[in-house]
């Protein structure tokens, strides 16, 4: 091969390897092409920090009607697209009672055919200051009973007509139901109001039953008025199974306050009010029932009052 054909050859190899150099830097890029598809964030489910009246408990998940989505129990840990926190993400502040006093509310309800009971609001009365102590000394704090007392409301049917009216698929929540709606229409109550929870006496004893809707009310039957004098024994379901009184009306509350059925038997979400169980003894909530009730962000503002507060 000539001088001149080295060189030729020479140059077109130097040619290559300078072609090779530069497509390996374009491959090692760090801009991606220009018809690379854009990276889409990926949606993050709201955390609700509310929970249904149909018993589900506090960690349950619900359905968000305004969202139409599956929404996650309130203490699950989210933390977007990456499966890392991100540090400088701004953080949930901590939950905020109302902005308004909360206040539990007492109502008296004197069916048509029933004839008022002065001795029945004394005891009543009487009643919630005892339950207002006893929360406190069990929880550490208390809700703040109404200035006024308890409220006096006059149904408009006789008693056997709200326990026979149709109210919802269950016959054996009509009468609940049908008192619930009325009292709520006549003292102007909304239900699932932050500030404002009742408690509810029926005159008329009908049978026993009782119930209650959580973050709501309670609704109790009309024994639980005539024993109110006898705050420890009473028999508010069948002279067989003697309870107590107070107990009865704390395991009402503690369902509206965010209980279900949980707890040792001698609790009072449990058993723990009946007689059988306790003797004479007024039931107790467990540690873990009660750090539920003080833990629950919808209880906010709900246990920040003393014995004798009144709004």
């Not at 003292?187 to 029926?202: A, I, K």
């Not at 709501?216 to 309870?243: L, Q």
């Not at 058993?271 to 169980?277: A, D, H, K, R, T």
């Not at 540690?287 to 507060?309: K, Q």
């Given at each position: 091969?000539?001088?001149?054909?080295?060189?030729?050859?020479?140059?077109?190899?130097?040619?290559?390897?300078?072609?090779?150099?530069?497509?390996?830097?374009?491959?090692?890029?760090?801009?991606?092409?220009?018809?690379?598809?854009?990276?889409?964030?990926?949606?993050?489910?709201?955390?609700?920090?509310?929970?249904?009246?149909?018993?589900?408990?506090?960690?349950?998940?619900?359905?968000?009607?305004?969202?139409?989505?599956?929404?996650?129990?309130?203490?699950?840990?989210?933390?977007?697209?990456?499966?890392?926190?991100?540090?400088?993400?701004?953080?949930?502040?901590?939950?905020?009672?109302?902005?308004?006093?909360?206040?539990?509310?007492?109502?008296?309800?004197?069916?048509?055919?029933?004839?008022?009971?002065?001795?029945?609001?004394?005891?009543?009365?009487?009643?919630?200051?005892?339950?207002?102590?006893?929360?406190?000394?069990?929880?550490?704090?208390?809700?703040?009973?109404?200035?006024?007392?308890?409220?006096?409301?006059?149904?408009?049917?006789?008693?056997?007509?709200?326990?026979?009216?149709?109210?919802?698929?269950?016959?054996?929540?009509?009468?609940?139901?049908?008192?619930?709606?009325?009292?709520?229409?006549?003292?102007?109550?909304?239900?699932?109001?932050?500030?404002?929870?009742?408690?509810?006496?029926?005159?008329?004893?009908?049978?026993?039953?009782?119930?209650?809707?959580?973050?709501?009310?309670?609704?109790?039957?009309?024994?639980?008025?005539?024993?109110?004098?006898?705050?420890?024994?009473?028999?508010?379901?069948t002279p067989d199974f003697?309870?107590?009184?107070?107990?009865?009306?704390?395991?009402?509350?503690?369902?509206?306050?965010?209980?279900?059925?949980?707890?040792?038997?001698?609790?009072?979400?449990?058993?723990?009010?009946?007689?059988?169980?306790?003797?004479?003894?007024?039931?107790?909530?467990?540690?873990?029932?009660?750090?539920i009730v003080t833990s629950?962000?919808?209880?906010?503002?709900?246990?920040?009052?003393?014995?004798?507060?009144?709004?």
């Amino acid at each position: 091969m000539s001088g001149n054909g080295t060189i030729r050859a020479m140059g077109i190899s130097l040619f290559v390897l300078i072609v090779a150099i530069a497509a390996l830097g374009y491959g090692q890029s760090s801009d991606p092409p220009a018809d690379a598809p854009a990276i889409e964030a990926v949606a993050v489910p709201v955390v609700d920090d509310q929970t249904s009246n149909s018993g589900a408990g506090s960690g349950a998940p619900t359905i968000d009607s305004r969202a139409g989505s599956v929404r996650p129990p309130a203490n699950s840990a989210e933390f977007g697209p990456s499966a890392e926190p991100d540090e400088r993400a701004p953080q949930p502040a901590p939950p905020e009672g109302p902005s308004d006093p909360t206040v539990l509310r007492i109502v008296y309800f004197v069916e048509a055919d029933q004839e008022f009971d002065p001795a029945a609001v004394e005891s009543i009365e009487r009643q919630m200051v005892a339950l207002q102590r006893f929360w406190y000394d069990q929880f550490g704090g208390t809700f703040r009973l109404p200035v006024g007392g308890v409220e006096i409301v006059y149904g408009d049917h006789p008693a056997r007509w709200y326990d026979t009216a149709p109210a919802g698929d269950d016959e054996r929540w009509y009468r609940l139901m049908n008192i619930r709606e009325e009292v709520n229409t006549k003292q102007g109550l909304s239900p699932g109001s932050d500030n404002v929870r009742t408690l509810t006496f029926p005159a008329a004893r009908i049978d026993g039953r009782v119930g209650a809707n959580r973050y709501e009310g309670a609704w109790m039957d009309g024994d639980d008025v005539s024993c109110i004098d006898r705050i420890v024994e009473t028999t508010p379901y069948t002279p067989d199974f003697p309870a107590s009184c107070l107990g009865t009306v704390a395991h009402e509350l503690g369902h509206v306050y965010g209980l279900g059925h949980e707890g040792r038997d001698e609790d009072c979400m449990q058993y723990g009010f009946y007689n059988y169980v306790s003797g004479t003894a007024l039931c107790d909530f467990s540690p873990e029932n009660r750090r539920i009730v003080t833990s629950d962000p919808r209880n906010a503002g709900w246990l920040d009052a003393e014995p004798g507060d009144r709004i």
